[in-house]
């Protein structure tokens, strides 16, 4: 067992307390570094109950605010290694970008669409469970493989007026420690969306950064006021919901979960 002071943990948790620790934009981190099998173990190789609260507050968010035939082109931006924004966007869409800075996340992207983990199917049945649009797709995970495109992009260069509907999980406050990055990565999600479209956005609250494997990642620490100001220029309609969290996820503190329309 390694001596505390040779933990990466605890070293790093001892400057986050001495308030040492620089800022870390995203441009300074390696993503391509991002262990995808270990983030995908450790998030989302079985459903947890945080995540089927946020399941059911974005499933019944599109569902209401869309109509029955509607479809449209769909973005889900830093898709990382979860797949659950994306099939919360499946009956509304032709094609789903999932658009993600990061190699190893890609190239576990598009293995994932081909041979998709068994966890997903307990996904897509939280996110089906009595809702119209969704149960009535009987094979999700061949018809996201169909309507996925795998993008190489990165947040800060998006485009704006491009997509219907759009989603991002746990990336603008989770790629940096800068909060004027965060705040443009949040409005340039938005603003990449054609006016009215809806939008579901997810947050740590409080992230003081978080470890995938032995890696550690930059977290910006926001609250709801961070969110509902980040926001307020590009989005209408906007209501930020709080889920508990349990302490699977490093910088715990909850995670708030923003949905509306942009402006
Ligand atoms: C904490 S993970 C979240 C992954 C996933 N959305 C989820 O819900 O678990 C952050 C993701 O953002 C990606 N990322 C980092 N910088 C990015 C950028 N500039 N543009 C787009 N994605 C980025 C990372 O590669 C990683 O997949």
């Known amino acids: 067992m390694p001596e505390a002071a040779e933990d990466p943990h605890v070293?790093?948790?001892?400057?986050?307390?001495?308030?040492?620790?620089d800022p870390v934009g995203n441009e300074d981190v390696d993503w391509d570094l991002f262990d995808s099998q270990a983030y995908f173990a450790h998030n989302y190789g079985t459903l947890r109950w945080d995540d089927a609260a946020i399941i059911k507050i974005i499933a019944d968010f599109f569902g209401a605010s869309l109509p029955d035939k509607f479809i449209g082109h769909?973005?889900?931006?830093?898709?990382?290694?979860?797949?659950?924004?994306?099939?919360?966007?499946?009956?509304?869409?032709?094609?789903?970008?999932?658009?993600?800075?990061?190699?190893?996340?890609r190239e576990w992207?598009?293995?994932?669409?081909?041979?998709?983990?068994s966890s997903w199917s307990d996904f897509w049945a939280e996110i089906a469970s009595g809702r119209r649009h969704y149960d009535r797709i009987t094979r999700p995970l061949e018809l996201l493989a169909d309507r996925a495109e795998v993008t190489k992009g990165n947040v800060f260069d998006?485009?704006?007026?491009?997509?219907?509907?759009?989603t991002m999980f746990f990336v603008a406050e989770s790629i940096t420690t800068r909060?004027?990055?965060f705040r443009r990565a949040t409005r340039l999600f938005v603003d990449s969306l054609v006016s009215g479209a809806p939008f579901a956005a997810a947050f740590m609250r409080n992230s003081s950064g978080y470890f995938v494997g032995n890696k550690r990642f930059p977290a910006c620490s926001v609250s709801e006021e961070d969110i509902r100001e980040?926001?307020?220029?590009?989005?209408?309609?906007?209501?930020?919901?709080?889920?508990?969290?349990?302490?699977?996820?490093?910088?715990?503190?909850?995670m708030m979960v923003a949905t509306g329309r942009k402006k």
């Open 11 to 21: 070293a790093v948790a001892a400057a986050v307390a001495d308030h040492v620790v």
């Open 74 to 105: 769909a973005i889900d931006v830093g898709s990382g290694t979860n797949f659950y924004p994306a099939l919360a966007m499946l009956p509304y869409s032709f094609r789903v970008t999932l658009f993600e800075r990061a190699y190893s996340n």
């Open 109 to 117: 992207l598009s293995h994932s669409l081909e041979q998709p983990q």
């Open 158 to 166: 998006l485009r704006p007026n491009r997509y219907n509907l759009g």
């Open 179 to 181: 909060d004027d990055e």
């Open 230 to 254: 980040a926001l307020d220029p590009v989005a209408r309609r906007l209501e930020i919901q709080t889920v508990a969290s349990d302490d699977l996820r490093d910088g715990y503190c909850g």
